[in-house]
């Protein structure tokens, strides 16, 4: 099935530091999400965006929907070693229509 | 409950055995939907419904796959005649309004290996 191109496909950084990741798609999307996801346990939305421009905070996750609406990032400032965890963004063309997955960033902070 | 319940979280089968999975959504909720997300990927997409209709299907990969929700709450996945390639994380997910991303709580999935 489709899935979206995201990268990096893994980081590993130190604690403190910023961190980007992005999202790219063919097609277009009318909302943008981003979650994040443990061992052992299903995805937890972190950000979602329904306007192409917007740009959009939650504590140090800051994630933007590209004016294209075909590609999306998220940053984290200041990483601490709870962000450990793979990212996935996701796109939603409709309300009614399922969510597509990108293939996920691992991200592990060194303390 | 609290949140999206999913058994059993682990099963191991024998390729040709049937598999049933069972998904809890939380009370309430209208819409359910389910993912398999296999190893080192992202969740795909499988099926909706909305209370007890299927509205999609289109993402199950075989005819091996079937998906009820027989009276709008407990929904429950059965794989026939398990192959190798159905091994994964099988994702359940719930909303209380059609469809909305925003609005999904998904579960923390069953494993199913098969060998």
């Known amino acids: 099935g489709q899935q979206l191109n995201q990268s990096p496909q893994s980081m590993f950084i130190q604690e403190g530091e910023d961190v980007s990741m992005n999202c790219t798609s063919s097609?277009?999307?009318?909302?943008w999400l981003w979650y994040k996801q443990e061992p052992g346990e299903g995805p937890v939305l972190l950000i979602a965006?329904?306007?192409?421009?917007e740009l959009t905070s939650n504590g140090r996750l800051t994630a933007q929907f590209g004016i294209t609406r075909k590609d999306s990032f998220l940053n984290i400032s200041a990483s601490i070693p709870s962000d450990v965890g793979i990212y996935f963004c996701?796109?939603?063309?409709?309300?009614?229509?399922?969510?597509?997955f990108g293939k996920g960033t691992r991200l592990s902070v060194i303390a | 409950g609290a949140g999206v319940s999913q058994s059993p979280r682990y099963k191991v089968a024998k390729r040709g055995q049937d598999v049933a999975l069972r998904c809890d959504p939380i009370?309430?909720?209208?819409?359910l939907f389910w993912y398999q997300q296999a190893l080192g990927q992202g969740p795909e997409f499988l099926t909706y419904?909305?209370?007890?209709?299927?509205?999609?299907k289109s993402g199950l990969p075989s005819d091996r796959f079937f998906a009820e929700r027989p009276e709008g709450s407990v929904s429950t996945l059965k794989i026939q005649r398990t192959q190798q390639e159905d091994s994964a994380v099988y994702l359940c997910?719930?909303?209380?309004?059609?469809?909305f991303g925003n609005g999904y709580t998904f579960g923390s999935g069953t494993r199913l290996t098969v060998v």
């Open positions: 997910a719930s909303t209380t309004i059609g469809g």
């Open positions: 097609s277009i999307f009318n909302t």
């Open positions: 965006l329904y306007k192409a421009g």
């Open positions: 996701a796109g939603q063309l409709t309300g009614n229509t399922p969510l597509v």
């Open positions: 009370s309430g909720h209208v819409s």
């Open positions: 419904f909305q209370n007890e209709a299927q509205l999609d």
